[in-house]
């Protein structure tokens, strides 16, 4: 079964918004896992516009299901998660004034330094993810690198989506089976939606987590966060 990490970046947006608590994030991490949630992502950026860093010391404090800390590995980041420890941490090659991720990692070019960081979490018994195209090549430099696990960097599938999911999704479905040979675990997520997951969780193989944030707090605008939660789960179990 495909796992559900709710992504709390948005909570943290809207509390920035007035300098106050409202809504507590802490809270809601606490509240998301109530009505379902199988994991926390938060991605603290180094303008810290949303999680802040004291942020993801608080949450590992009360977060009881998987703990995923997504982010560029500077030297504060990395020293952030060698301090908290979480389950996962994911590795994202995010330039500091980027509106959001936009791109895997290229873990051929990258090679060295992805193998010194991974060891490094490793070490402290950190699971790694790193975050990567759907592309068979990247999939493979990956594994050379040592990574547990990848995930895949889904916004070129949700963008596709609406106009053919045949075409979007065969990218996906073909670097799934290569970390399936290479016997890397799967994860997946950015713009992954209510209307565009259960497709992408019902063809692509070994799909074991997806993280999603932003559409799912927009639509708990409409339903809910509980109810938001459960209808998240629902696409995925339904996709079994
Ligand atoms: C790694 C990734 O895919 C991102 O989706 C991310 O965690 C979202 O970041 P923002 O909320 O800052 O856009
Ligand atoms: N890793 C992706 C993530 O955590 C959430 O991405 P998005 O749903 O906010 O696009």
New binding site residues.
């Given amino acids: 079964m495909t796992r559900l990490s709710v992504?709390i970046?948005?909570i943290a947006?809207i509390r920035n918004a007035r300098g106050g608590n409202n809504p507590n994030l802490v809270q809601v991490a606490l509240d998301c896992e109530r009505f379902g949630a199988q994991g926390i992502?938060?991605?603290p950026?180094p303008d810290e516009?949303?999680i802040r860093y004291q942020d993801v010391l608080d949450l590992h404090a009360v977060v009881t299901t998987e703990f995923n800390i997504?982010?560029n590995p500077d030297e504060r980041f990395i020293e952030l998660v060698k301090r908290v420890k979480p389950a996962q941490v994911?590795l994202?090659p995010?330039a500091p004034d980027a509106?959001?991720?936009n791109a895997g990692w290229d873990t051929i070019r990258h090679a060295d330094h992805l193998r010194r960081l991974i060891d490094t979490f490793k070490e402290d018994g950190i699971r790694v993810s790193i975050?990567v195209d759907a592309d068979e090549r990247m999939v493979e430099g990956a594994k050379a690198v040592g990574t547990d696990r990848i995930?895949l960097?889904?916004?070129p599938y949700a963008t596709q989506y609406p106009s053919d999911r045949e075409a979007a999704v065969a990218p996906f479905v073909q670097a799934a089976r290569k970390v399936q040979e290479l016997g890397l675990g799967l994860n997946a997520?950015?713009?992954l939606s209510l209307e565009n997951l259960r497709f992408f969780a019902s063809n692509v193989p070994g799909l074991l987590e997806v993280?999603i944030?932003?559409a799912l707090i927009c639509d708990a605008l409409y339903f809910g966060l509980e109810n938001t939660i459960q209808l998240y789960r629902r696409e995925l179990t339904t996709a079994e």
């Fill in positions: 992504n970046n948005k947006t992502t938060v991605h950026r516009r949303h997504e982010g994911t994202v995010d509106i959001t991720s975050f995930e960097y889904t916004e997520g950015h713009d993280s944030g932003h």
